[in-house]
């Protein structure tokens, strides 16, 4: 009876907050995504979804480009509300390899389009973003908007590398802080490496991660980065203890990164993501960059 009891709440709370016009016959087609990549791609390509799992930390993580409002939220990735997605009626369900225990109850609902970026034995995760882009306009029939998508993403890194061009930039180690003691620290082959690549800009951090681009350390094994120049650039969100912990830290105060103008933070890239979470890193690197320059 709870079990039940549970599931008419959710599909009660669903019909109050769903924008009426998501029940009614709408022209093009239907797609829900599973994935934030999946997502922001559809928007550059001229197709907002109608529905998206972890709507709710959109702003947190990926923040550009804004989600429409009219979008609804489908519940976790892992813990997809079938009641709201059986009513939104879609056409298509986007997803990844790493969702495919849910193979089984999204395929009766509709057909699915499973894209592979981030694998093992991938390569670099740019490349592979670029890709699965040009098979996603495929299935959707938007190859023409695929392809002026992805030549703005040309215009955009060329223009950062160009702004780049003749100043002294020093290489920098990029990073997300876990806690006060541990960072996920990002390199080859991944999407903010290849990025950096692309803006002609060195990632310090030379060692190959795994397949995702990144790896956890400690923070003591930043002492392992020799560059006296090199720039440590962390992303929000950072953990509200972890700046005044660092702060009094003598190991972090031993580090080169301490000093004045050697570490900033910037706004949330998402490394997880396609083609533009690339460009919206590279735009903030290279802000910073040309700055203090």
């Excluded at 495919?100 to 981030?118: G, N, S, W, Y």
Aim: glycine letters at 6%; a negative charge; aromatic letters at 8%.
């Amino acid at each position: 009876m709870a079990i039940l009891r549970r599931s008419f709440l959710q599909c009660a709370a669903a019909a109050t907050v769903m924008p009426t016009p998501l029940f009614a016959e709408v022209a093009g087609q239907r797609i829900v995504s599973l994935d934030y990549g999946l997502a922001s791609t559809l928007l550059s390509l001229g197709l907002p979804p109608v529905g998206i799992s972890d709507l709710a930390d959109w702003g947190r993580w990926v923040v550009a480009p804004e989600m429409p409002q009219s979008v609804v939220d489908i519940g976790s990735a892992y813990e997809v509300n079938f009641e709201i997605l059986v009513q939104l009626r879609p056409d298509i369900i986007l997803t990844t390899p790493y969702l495919d225990d849910l193979l089984p109850k999204l395929q009766p609902i509709a057909k699915v389009v499973r894209l592979e970026v981030f694998m093992p034995g991938g390569g670099p995760i740019l490349p592979a973003a670029i890709t699965a882009t040009r098979r996603l306009a495929t299935e959707i029939g938007r190859e023409d908007q695929a392809e002026q998508f992805l030549a703005r993403s040309d215009t955009l890194f060329e223009t950062c590398r160009q702004r780049l061009a003749g100043r002294y930039v020093p290489p920098v180690v990029l990073v997300n802080f876990m806690d006060a003691r541990h960072a996920r620290i990002y390199s080859a082959p991944g999407l903010f490496h290849n990025a950096l690549e692309r803006i002609g800009v060195r990632n310090a951090w030379e060692k190959q991660s795994n397949y995702w681009g990144f790896e956890t350390i400690g923070i003591e094994q930043l002492s392992t980065i020799t560059d006296p120049a090199a720039r440590l650039i962390a992303f929000d969100p950072v953990p509200p203890d972890v700046l005044p912990k660092l702060a009094d830290s003598p190991l972090w105060k031993s580090l080169p990164f301490s000093r004045p103008g050697h570490m900033s933070i910037l706004p949330p890239a998402l490394m997880f993501g396609m083609v533009n979470e690339a460009m919206r890193f590279a735009a903030l690197v290279t802000d910073l960059l040309e700055k203090d320059a």
